[in-house]
Structures are given as C-alpha cells and as structure tokens.
C-alpha cells in the first residue's frame, strides 16, 4: 500500500502571497489532519477533514483553510502568509472510522519557507 | 487546556546505553496515548496506548501507560546510534477524533 504523500516537498514564498498544499492519504483512509511543526511550537493541529467535511479544528488563524474532496485528498491553503508560517506542513491520514482506535500515518511534509 | 509534556527535552547517551524517556498529560476524556519517531521527515508510529499497565514491547523498545497518575514512558535498551532521533508523544480525546495533542518532543543524540 502506497503511503501518505504530500506535494510539494519544499515551497518558497514572499510575504502577503498564498499558498495551497496537496495531500493524498492511504487508500482507503478517509481522514486526513493537518499539523505544522515549528522548532518554538513543536506540532501543533490544524484541521481534519473525514468525508469531506471538517470534524475538528486547532486555533489557528482564519487564514489557514482547508478542504477535502470526493476522493479523500485533502488540500490546505495559508492565505496573505507571514513570516512565521514557516514551517513543515504535515498531514496524517487514518480511516477516521467512529469507535476505532488506530493510529494517524504521516506524510513527508511541506516545508514552507516565507521571505 | 489540554497538554503533553515530555521530558527530558533533549538527551545523550552512548551505544549500549538504556534510556527512558517521559511522558506526562492532561486532557479531558482521554483516548489514547501515542509514541512516534521522527528523523528529520515524517513521524513513524511505534506505540498506541490505552489500558493502564501493558507493556508494549517491539524489539529493544518498550512503553507503558499509567492512567492513574497520567503518565507513560518509553524505554529504548542496548542504544545504536540509529535510534538517534526525537521522540514524540501524543495523546487523543474521545470525541476528537484526528486531533493529536503533541507534547515538544525529546531529542536522543546515542554516541559511538
């Protein structure tokens, strides 16, 4: 089984631009988190998405949005970006089936640098 | 508010050694307990946790879980310098399904 993948693995922007993050999780898992690692902060969630829709959300500012398709990918998209949205952009994907206990399998990561 | 939080923060140890590193958290309606490695890319799964007192033992690693006193470790024995790496806890609440709660990791550095 193929893992979680992300796109793209490195990213450079300016400030005040946007940016939008690709994941594709395990096939099969319908729930895809999304974390940001900072070496301050650690990792820290974001959103998560299952069929679609948003089940939970982090504090995070308004500019962090997110959204799932019909297929379970999932993107993520930061808005009007600050310097201190650089960062390693993790997703972890899992069934997200209700009364299961599993584990979360994660991605290689977005790292976003913004100038 | 919920938290993790680990200790020590960082760690060094030579080949051979045994090392125990520490997890302690509070959160409301608590799920589950998770441990995972990360070397410079994506976290690896080694433990889920959810009943007091069972070891989980894979190899020359093993965790425990004490849900009592809010707490678990994980023990790495006869260190390599593979296991260089952070290690991170994670814990999950009932009801918050997907959502992770980090703590900030400890670096283990295993020297020759």
């Known amino acids: 089984k193929a893992g979680v993948t992300q796109t793209p693995r490195y990213l450079i922007k300016t400030r005040g631009q946007q940016v939008t993050l690709s994941c594709s999780p395990i096939?099969?898992?319908?729930?895809v988190s999304w974390y940001q690692q900072t070496p301050g902060q650690g990792l820290q969630f974001l959103f998560e998405?299952?069929?679609?829709?948003?089940?939970n959300k982090g504090n995070f500012p308004g500019r962090f949005s997110g959204r799932q398709f019909s297929n379970s990918r999932s993107e993520m998209n930061v808005s009007t970006l600050e310097l201190g949205d650089s960062a390693l952009y993790l997703c972890?994907?899992?069934?997200?089936?209700?009364?299961?206990?599993?584990?979360?399998?994660f991605g290689p990561g977005t790292r976003l640098l913004v100038l | 508010e919920d938290k993790v939080v680990q200790s020590p923060l960082s760690l060094v140890v030579h080949e051979g050694d045994t090392v125990t590193l520490n997890c302690s958290y509070e959160v409301t309606n608590f799920r589950s307990l998770l441990w995972y490695k990360q070397e410079k890319k994506a976290p690896t799964f080694l433990f889920m946790l959810t009943s007091s007192g069972i070891e989980k033992k894979s190899g020359r690693l093993s965790s425990i879980l004490d849900k009592k006193e809010l707490f678990s470790i994980l023990n790495i024995t006869a260190t390599q310098t593979g296991d260089s790496a952070v290690y991170l806890c994670a814990v999950e609440a009932i009801g918050s399904q997907g959502n992770l709660i980090f703590g900030k990791g400890t670096k283990l550095s295993v020297k020759p």
């Open positions: 096939s099969g898992h319908r729930s």
């Open positions: 998405y299952f069929s679609e829709t948003q089940r």
């Open positions: 972890a994907s899992s069934s997200g089936l209700a009364g299961v206990q599993e584990t979360q399998y």
